[in-house]
């Protein structure tokens, strides 16, 4: 009988546990980080348990959530556990996240449980509670001491408590003794998902045509005048006796006669003279047959009746009954009439919960490729009919038309039957993303991102698993998609940080790079890679140059094609040509060249007199683009109103209690606000250390910037876009459209406005300030300078209309800059990698980031110190020439949310070779492939 390996969800306590080092494990042949633990399969489950599965199996003294990663014949000890139950029949994983898992598990250094929960959608993960309980109540002549009396009768009055909140409540002692006793007992109690399908009753239409209208006019109460219309209509000639009608319906004269002067019918009479008194004698039926059914389905008060059959006859498909009594008003008791006279069914269906739900695409054709764009498909091309994985790095300009080569990929992925994963970085692209990729793959897209409620994201990830999607588009997240037949993966602005999966202090998060781990997923489905980039990161520019991907250029910004230009000409009222056709016997694209861009000296602002936060050159330049009718950004990478504030007499500076940096001042609220933990304070009109009154606000922020915009520019309309704005209605994606709409003239916002937006009247980009990240002591900080001014510059000029970009500094001879200015990548590339080269760091050498953080600064500072020690000493023993162990030294943020922080750098050819040998103890944050050694 074969075995079942589990990867299972571990506490920290059991981590540390099994982290821990041991004289008798060779950690080279047995890896802790990829440990499963067998069971045994009990015979209710024999034909029913598969790879891939949610399980619950024991684990110590508790139930836990495991993951089914194998089978095995042979079991490593002969007394093994049963697994207790399945969460799902169905797998929850696909045999490549499996295999993906346990390279992340190697590579990241983390247990493959929580490589393995990436995969799975919010709340689907659970954990199972040993509760304790009142077993049996103890003879009345037991001998029990005041606390177990009181503990009893407390437990029995709760019916049953969690353990742990038992031993907190009544004490550890008292449980265990009243445990032992036999008068207290304990079980484990699984819990409900958080996260389920979501049905809703629904009404399906049974009865049609003629069998419909007919039956439909005996629904609603009982009438008199509407069955004798019903059957007058049925006799010949429409006429009848009044006895023959009173006989048929029981209808009494005096409603005959009601029904005469309505005019529905036409009574003959006899008599009417001396000995002959007037008798009504026959009734003939005047109504139209056109009118008759309204007139019936009135008088029975039937008239919701009908408008159900009718809505559920024109859309021809089941509607839920919330909805049929929202367009209706129909009550419960209309519905079960409908239902018991069998016109409908009521029955339970899922209720797909899909971000994209009411949304409507226009479709879109694939418009012609220009000649460079197809230049580069026929270099790719060959790679779909290749049995292997292969990686492409397209660095694009901004506007060069890589989203349509992306496009083109996917259409030849989908022809192929396989699917497809595109991924931005950043929510705030994800709609603008959805739009073009809907309007070419209209029912066949999924998304997924974290702002989606639980509900929206699990549905979404059981609509990927059952094949009902085959393209997903979100943030770094949606690379876990489940998709079964995976034969694509793109990376839009694939050297931007938010791919990356930083350490988060308290959380046991792989910090995985969303790049590698997709390159990697490709190796093992045989898929293709499209890294994209107007400025790709060195690392990639540099594997493509060794050789390792296949580098494809787009050098030039698309205007568009013919009938694009000329209507965005009419449309914009603009006849002078900034466009120019490449090659007069090419296609009918045009290009625009790069935006120009003005590099403006700050100090020589300030030694002319200029104190404003824009320079002349910017201000002119925001008047001009206003006068004409066009947009404007302005960008700033920091939040809020001032950087800090400080007091003139005494140098106070007011700092987070908990992080120990500036705090920044927010004008809402008045409030003084810590960017990195959240904490908050009102701003102090007296300072706290000397008791003076000459407060003081430096730097700048988004808020000060649109301050000062409105002050010089009051007409203007103004919108900002940073993460303090995105709350309750406010989305990144209702900022764009507010924007796109023409309802704002200047946008003012951080990095989030840099990415991927195309919007064609914005003519005038202005970066406030380019010093913000290229000073700070990282690596990487001139390398996320260029890329963040580059990109921002990539939004100006994208139309007929043509641009310009101001960008003020401080530093205007900083190679980055200079660069950035030029738009000129090799450029920097060239320069940049000199100084990597030097300093041996990535892409020559690798890195891993040790954070140890602790509330006291000495104790951190000292176990930071001890593992360097070891770290030193193992490197000596086993001749790791090629690394270098650096530290300790404290963070750059540090102290962060009350706790000191001290890091090492291990820095060499392969440093996880060194770590896989020396077992970490237990606290330590483990970085691998850092993107700063901040």
């Not at 209690?657 to 409030?671: F, N, R, S, V, W």
Request: aromatic share 8%; with cysteine; hydrophobic share 40%.
């Amino acid at each position: 009988m074969p075995y079942v390996q589990v990867a299972v969800d571990m506490s920290t306590r059991q981590k540390v546990k099994l982290l821990a080092p041991s004289p008798r494990q060779d950690w080279e042949v047995d890896p802790p980080w990829t440990r499963t633990f067998h069971y045994s399969i009990p015979a209710s489950l024999q034909s029913r348990v598969a790879v891939g599965q949610l399980v619950w199996v024991p684990f110590g003294r508790q139930k836990a959530q495991g993951v089914i990663v194998g089978f095995d014949d042979v079991a490593p000890v002969t007394q093994l556990r049963e697994i207790t139950g399945l969460v799902d029949d169905r797998p929850a994983f696909t045999p490549a996240q499996i295999a993906l898992s346990r390279w992340m598990s190697l590579h990241y250094l983390t247990p493959l449980f929580d490589t393995l929960s990436l995969m799975l959608p919010l709340g689907l993960a659970r954990e199972a509670k040993t509760v304790v309980f009142v077993a049996q109540a103890p003879p009345s002549s037991a001998s029990l001491s005041a606390e177990e009396r009181f503990t009893l009768s407390a437990l029995a009055e709760a019916g049953s408590m969690p353990v742990s909140q038992a031993e907190e409540r009544f004490g550890a002692k008292t449980i265990r003794t009243l445990t032992q006793r036999g008068w207290f007992a304990q079980r484990d109690e699984m819990p409900k998902p958080r996260v389920a399908p979501k049905t809703a009753r629904f009404a399906r239409l049974l009865a049609h045509g003629e069998e419909l209208a007919t039956r439909q006019l005996a629904l609603g109460r009982d009438n008199d005048q509407a069955s004798a219309l019903i059957w007058l209509a049925a006799q010949p000639g429409s006429t009848a006796s009044i006895a023959a009608l009173q006989e048929a319906t029981g209808i009494s004269t005096s409603t005959i006669k009601t029904m005469e002067r309505k005019r529905w019918v036409e009574i003959a009479r006899e008599g009417n003279s001396p000995g002959h008194p007037e008798r009504l004698a026959t009734v003939r039926l005047l109504m139209a047959a056109a009118e008759l059914p309204a007139a019936i389905i009135r008088l029975r008060g039937a008239a919701k009746h009908t408008e159900v059959l009718r809505l559920l006859e024109e859309r021809g498909e089941p509607i839920s009954l919330t909805e049929i009594r929202r367009q209706t008003g129909a009550t419960p008791a209309v519905l079960e009439e409908l239902a018991a006279q069998r016109l409908i069914t009521i029955e339970e269906q899922d209720v797909w919960r899909t971000p994209l739900a009411g949304r409507e695409f226009v479709l879109t054709n694939a418009p012609t490729f220009t000649r460079a764009q197809q230049e580069v498909w026929d270099r790719m091309l060959p790679a779909w009919d290749a049995p292997k994985s292969h990686i492409f790095l397209l660095h694009g300009v901004t506007g060069s038309g890589k989203t349509e080569i992306y496009l083109r990929a996917v259409l030849e992925t989908l022809k192929r039957g396989r699917q497809a994963i595109v991924l931005v970085p950043e929510i705030s692209l994800t709609p603008q993303t959805i739009r073009r990729f809907a309007a070419r793959f209209p029912g066949r897209l999924a998304v997924i991102h974290s702002q989606l409620s639980p509900g929206e994201r699990y549905d979404e990830w059981r609509r990927i698993r059952d094949g009902m999607a085959d393209v997903v588009v979100g943030p770094r997240s949606a690379l876990f998609a489940p998709l079964s037949r995976l034969g694509l993966i793109v990376l839009d602005e694939e050297h931007d940080g938010s791919y990356k999966q930083e350490s988060i202090p308290g959380q046991q998060l792989p910090s995985y790079d969303a790049r590698d781990v997709a390159i990697r997923l490709a190796e093992i489905t045989d898929a293709k890679v499209i890294l994209g980039s107007a400025t790709p990161s060195l690392v990639s520019y540099y594997r493509a140059q060794q050789g390792e991907y296949t580098l494809l250029r787009l050098p030039r910004r698309i205007m568009g094609h013919r009938e694009h230009w000329e209507a965005q000409s009419a449309s914009l009222g603009v006849t002078q040509a900034r466009y120019r056709r490449l090659d007069e016997a090419a296609d009918d694209a045009r290009y625009v060249e790069m935006p120009p861009v003005e590099v403006v000296d700050l100090r020589q602002e300030l030694r002319s007199g200029n104190r404003s936060i824009f320079s002349r050159s910017l201000q002119k330049g925001i008047a001009q683009a206003l006068a004409a009718k066009q947009q404007v950004i302005l960008f700033l990478n920091r939040r809020g109103m001032a950087t800090f504030v400080m007091c003139r007499d005494c140098g106070y500076v007011a700092k987070c209690p908990q992080c120990d940096i500036p705090l920044t001042y927010h004008t809402a609220g008045e409030k003084l606000l810590c960017h990195r933990c959240g904490h908050q304070k009102l701003s102090p009109d007296i300072c706290p250390n000397c008791g003076g009154t000459h407060i003081r606000y430096f730097g700048i922020g988004t808020q000060r910037v649109e301050a000062v915009t409105r002050e010089l520019f009051p007409q203007a309309r103004t919108l900002r876009w940073d993460s303090d704005v995105i709350t309750g209605n406010t989305t990144h994606e209702t900022i764009l459209e507010r924007f796109s709409r023409h309802e704002a003239d200047i946008l003012i916002g951080t990095q989030i406005i840099a990415k991927g937006l195309d919007l064609p009247l914005v003519t005038l980009v202005g970066v406030v300030t380019a010093d913000t990240a290229l000073h700070l002591p990282d690596f990487a900080s001139a390398e996320r300078t260029f890329q963040l001014l580059a990109q921002v510059a990539g939004r100006a000029g994208r139309s007929i209309l043509g641009g310009r970009v101001i960008i003020q500094t401080y530093t205007p001879e900083h190679y980055a800059i200079q660069a950035a200015s030029r738009h000129d990548y090799d450029a920097f590339y060239e320069r940049e990698m000199i100084f990597r080269r030097e300093q041996w760091y990535p892409p020559f050498s690798r890195l891993i980031k040790l954070v140890y953080a602790d509330e006291r600064d000495e104790r951190a500072e000292r176990e930071c110190a001890r593992l360097a020690e070891l770290l030193r000493e193992k490197k000596e023993a086993m001749a790791f020439t090629q690394l270098d162990v650096l530290g300790p030294s404290p963070s750059f943020f540090s102290p962060w949310q009350g706790r000191y922080r001290w890091q090492l750098l291990l820095r060499g050819v392969e440093p996880a070779a060194l770590l896989r040998t020396v077992p970490l103890p237990p606290g330590w944050q483990v970085d691998v492939d850092p993107i700063s050694a901040l």
